[in-house]
């Protein structure tokens, strides 16, 4: 037999399928992860197809090794794979790859060993094998040489696995509950540890097997469970054991639908039960209890013997979402998303793989779960940019889930309050069936919405960034021991410095931005690569002291709410304070538990969130990002204001919303006010045609990036005379020119923005333009193509 394999390479990315000869003595399947030889090497890849003959006349190779005990991808993700590269511009060894959990991408490595037990005494091997990847000082790579060249070290080719099993040791009986009491009888009084074993053995006999944890936690020791062994009591097992990233909740029953639910519900389970790969949109405004429909869909599905799919964006994944799945249906339902560790994400992905769990709530990425049989996909808040990667392989969780949806014959589910243009235009044209909740589920009203000008308020503190009716607004609830959630979609505590004298701003070295000033640390930092420096106390430029700290971020606030209500318990959420593994769960269960008045946060805390106990919501600045050169700038701020208003009053107590905004004119922010999605969508579609953007048109970008700015120029300036060469009106064909941020990371960007409703030949000429892009790699030029990109920058 002879296996097709995709191999990985970094310096040799291409679709192309390479041959090898399977042994007998390996178990070769579509999907499995295998190691070949390749040139002087051997390399990691995965196993595309599998086939009797091949047309190549010379001698295959064999096939070296296979590294999963099951093969990691299903023939689905294989052949999805395939569909997505050609799809997306990327290489299907990227897309391979992003289907399994982070421990299982590693790749094979090149690692040195010692090879006398004088070189084992080298610092250079003090802990592991050294990875020559990693090796970049040209002191440790001499070091290396001089080694290999006196035979004290040697090269090997090891599959870095990464991926490791947590094993347990069980205890098993070997003797009946009645023995145990007998021998409990005979058993001295002074042997008080075997006693507590033979009486837990005799009483709880039903538990057993028990781990080791289980057993040390009566109060056995791990001496008295060897001698219960060698007394053939126990019997010991290693047995592997998952780590859990969630802990079992109390369940929870189904909720009798009101009117509009039940019709939804029923729509989407004729096409469960009919096997339709329908693409539903659930267009239901905050509240209007979305989950709640999801969570019966699912439950059709399994009733059916099928799987479901539920994708939630990475930020509103809280653990109160992820706990009303699990409360209906517990054990069945695994999490993927990036707050796991490591050894969690790999065990519940295996979970998924084995077939153990039926029900997947997850992240983007998620989309790829290993779920066969899928009865239903949902993904909440659809609208989200999130959904889209945007590095490569530059994937939409959306199309992802309508391929798998047509593939498996399910229905797909889009929620959300506000949907995309692109989505609600779908729905209109019928491509989409639109459903509708237009009440919220416990017929609370909409909470009130204002507006404040910040052109003509007074400002209440001394950072002028809380308006005097904010500030009473928010002073009236903190006395009716109710809650407030802010929200500034900007971290930091500044986010230019501007030296009075000369008019200089600092500057990120690497990138085109300005540096925000974090008061915490007391650094300078750039939100996009992460440099760092120490906030300067004069002028790097002209040694003036007159410099200046402007513009507004979360920190700022923070400590202006702390001046104006120094009674209250403030909470901060953002990137800064979320950085720790499960901090993030432990801030909005504090906050849930009434431990703080008042959540300050950025779009973190826009999204899912339902405490009762909020009656007002305020928006700092509805401004922040209405002006950014982007098409959908106005989309984005008006979901943005409509989901975080609809956190206020969800449970009986009547809400209220105040925006501070010096745009209050602007369509995208008084419309949020009204939360009239309806007339937003016809506005903003006007907007749209007018400009030729979304979804009238699609969009591909082409961005080539350089250390050096005339190549990159050139460059982009080759690939737009190979389109114009190519392409006809109605096609578009805009720049090249310098993005909005022209530099990051120390690479120039040009970008050609190609807009277009029919172009047959499109897709392969861009791939056209990838293949040369792999020649121009070495020229320091990288060339990437972005099918309909969430952001033009
Ligand atoms: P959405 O996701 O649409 O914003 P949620 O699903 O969070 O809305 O629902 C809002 C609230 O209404 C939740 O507290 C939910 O438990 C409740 N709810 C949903 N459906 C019903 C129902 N049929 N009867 C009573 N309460 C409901
Ligand atoms: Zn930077």
């Known amino acids: 037999m002879i296996a097709e394999v995709i191999v990985d390479v970094a310096a040799h990315q291409t679709d192309r399928v390479f041959e090898y000869h399977i042994p007998d003595d390996l178990e070769v399947e579509i999907g499995s992860r295998v190691v070949v030889p390749f040139g002087r090497r051997k390399v990691q890849g995965f196993v595309v197809a599998v086939k009797k003959s091949s047309d190549f006349t010379g001698q295959l190779k064999d096939l070296l090794l296979v590294v999963d005990e099951m093969p990691p991808l299903t023939p689905e993700l294989v052949a999805l794979s395939s569909d997505l590269a050609r799809q997306i511009f990327a290489y299907r060894i990227s897309i391979l790859k992003t289907m399994l959990p982070g421990v299982m991408r590693a790749n094979y490595r090149k690692i ?53 099993k947590k094993m347990v040791s069980v205890y098993y009986p070997l003797l009946s509950a009645a023995d145990c009491q007998e021998i409990l009888l005979e058993t001295r009084k002074t042997a008080s540890q075997q006693r507590k074993l033979l009486a837990d053995l005799a009483g709880d006999f039903a538990a057993y097997p028990k781990s080791r944890e289980e057993l040390t936690g009566l109060g056995i020791s791990s001496a008295t469970l060897k001698a219960a062994v060698s007394k053939k009591w126990l019997q010991e097992k290693d047995q592997e054991k998952y780590r859990r990233p969630t802990k079992p909740v109390a369940p929870s029953r189904p909720l009798d639908l009101n009117d509009e639910q039940a019709a939804a519900l029923s729509r989407v389970s004729q096409d469960i039960k009919g096997r339709v790969s329908q693409t539903f949109l659930l267009e239901g405004v905050t509240g209007s209890g979305k989950t709640e429909v999801y969570l019966q869909a699912i439950s059709q599905a399994l009733a059916l013997g099928r799987t479901a799919l539920m994708l939630v964006p990475e930020i509103s994944l809280t653990p109160q979402m992820v706990k009303q799945v699990q409360a209906r249906f517990g054990q069945q339902v695994a999490v993927l998303h990036s707050a796991l560790s490591e050894g969690e994400r790999y065990d519940e992905w295996r979970r998924i793989r084995r077939g153990q769990a039926q029900v997947v709530v997850g992240a983007r990425s998620a989309v790829f779960a290993p779920l066969d049989n899928l009865g239903l996909i949902i993904i909440d808040e659809e609208h989200e940019g999130s959904y889209k990667q945007d590095n490569n392989p530059r994937y939409h969780a959306r199309d992802v889930a309508i391929w798998r949806s047509r593939y498996h014959h399910c229905p797909l589910i889009l929620g959300s309050a506000t949907p995309s243009l692109a989505s609600r235009a779908r729905a209109q044209k019928g491509v989409y069936q639109l459903l509708r909740l237009k009440k919220r589920a416990k017929s609370q009203p909409l909470p009130r919405v204002d507006l404040l000008d910040l052109k003509h308020v007074q400002f209440a503190g001394s950072q002028f960034d809380i308006s005097c009716p904010l500030a009473e607004a928010i002073q009236k609830r903190l006395e009716k021991k109710e809650q407030v959630i802010l929200l500034l979609n900007r971290r930091g505590f500044a986010n230019f410095m501007l030296c009075r004298n000369c008019g200089f701003v600092l500057k990120c070295p690497n990138c085109d931005l300005s540096l925000t000033m974090h008061k915490d640390t007391w650094t300078m930092q750039c939100h996009y690569c992460g440099y760092q420096e120490a906030v300067p106390e004069i002028c790097p430029n002209c040694r003036d002291r007159q410099i200046r700290f402007l513009g507004t971020g979360t920190q700022k606030v923070q400590e202006e709410l702390a001046e104006l209500f120094p009674q209250a318990k403030i909470i901060r959420m953002d990137v800064d304070t979320t950085r720790r593994k499960g901090s993030y769960d432990k801030i909005l269960t504090s906050f849930g538990q009434g431990e703080a008045d008042i959540l300050l946060g950025t779009q973190m805390i826009a999204k899912g969130l339902d405490f009762p106990n909020v009656t007002l919501v305020g928006v700092i600045n509805a401004d922040t990002g209405l002006w950014l050169p982007d098409y959908n700038a106005s989309e984005r701020t008006f979901e943005l204001i409509t989901q975080v208003a609809g956190r206020a009053g969800r449970a009986d107590k009547e809400g209220q919303v105040m925006i501070q905004t010096y745009n209050p004119d602007h369509y995208a922010i008084h419309l949020a006010q009204k939360q009239d999605y309806e007339l937003f969508y016809a506005k903003e579609m006007r907007v749209r045609h007018a400009g030729d953007y979304p979804p009238y048109f699609y969009t591909v970008l082409v961005s080539v990036s350089a250390k050096n700015e005339q190549n990159a120029a050139r460059e982009a300036f080759k690939i737009k005379r190979q389109l114009q060469r190519e392409l006809r009106a109605p096609t578009i064909i805009l720049g090249p020119a310098p993005a909005t941020i022209s530099r990051l990371k120390s690479q120039y960007y040009y970008q050609i923005l190609v807009k277009y409703k029919r172009e047959k030949h499109l897709n392969e000429l861009l791939h056209q333009i990838q293949d040369q892009a792999q020649e121009v790699k070495k020229y320091g030029l990288t060339v990437e193509i972005d099918s309909e990109p969430e952001r033009i920058m």
Do not use: T
Not at 135 to 155: C, H
């Open 112 to 164: 040195l060993l010692p090879n006398s037990p004088r070189a084992e005494q080298m610092p250079l091997f003090a802990g592991d094998p050294v990875d020559l990847a990693n090796l970049e000082e040209p002191r440790l790579i001499k070091l290396v040489k001089q080694l290999l060249n006196k035979g004290e070290a040697r090269i090997e080719y090891l599959v870095e696995n990464k991926a490791k």
